[in-house]
């Protein structure tokens, strides 16, 4: 499976739109970071996008690809998947459940929800092999940080750090 031509070049354009619009630099590392991205089917890894712009592009650091693929996310151009950042999180409670998680500041509450337990999986779900279990994740901004974000000036360096303060699993 691969993505169509036309599609990539529709997202880099958006990248580029959205990056002269919030006033972020295009350069020629963000670019060809955003393209692999945004040509893969897999999801990669910082790790992986790394690895695969080694060959043309030698010097590029790892600490270069995760800034840039944060800086991705918070402009909307892409999201994430799995733990938050490098921080795993461990979660105790081992009954159905589902999670609320600030994209902020990391925030992390377990909430129930008899609609969402009795969603369907779809059988194209099938094709990728098998389903243990399922939950969904509610991604927000938590009162507090919308709080925070109203009265002043955000650091923007801290969305997503995966702060733990005031965090529960």
Avoid at 78 to 89: E, I, M, N
Avoid at 107 to 136: C, H, M, N, Q, Y
Wanted: glycine content about 6%.
């Amino acid at each position: 499976m691969h993505i169509d031509e036309n599609e990539i070049d529709s997202r880099v354009e958006r990248f580029k739109e959205t990056a002269r619009t919030a006033g972020v630099k295009l350069t020629h590392q963000r670019l060809e970071i955003f393209r692999e991205v945004a040509s893969s089917v897999d999801h990669p890894s910082a790790e992986a996008v790394l690895k695969a712009l080694e060959p043309r592009m030698p010097t590029l650091s790892l600490d270069t690809v995760y800034r840039t693929l944060w800086l991705l996310r918070d402009l909307g151009l892409v999201s994430t998947l799995g733990p938050r950042r490098d921080v795993v999180r461990f979660d105790p409670n081992t009954m159905p459940h589902h999670h609320y998680v600030c994209a902020r500041c990391g925030l992390t509450r377990d909430f129930e929800s008899k609609e969402l337990d009795e969603l369907r999986i779809p059988k194209s779900v099938e094709t990728f092999g098998s389903v243990d279990a399922t939950r969904v994740e509610v991604l927000g901004v938590c009162s507090r940080c919308a709080k925070e974000q109203n009265e002043g000036p955000h650091d923007s360096n801290f969305r997503g750090a995966g702060n733990d303060e005031g965090s529960e699993a």
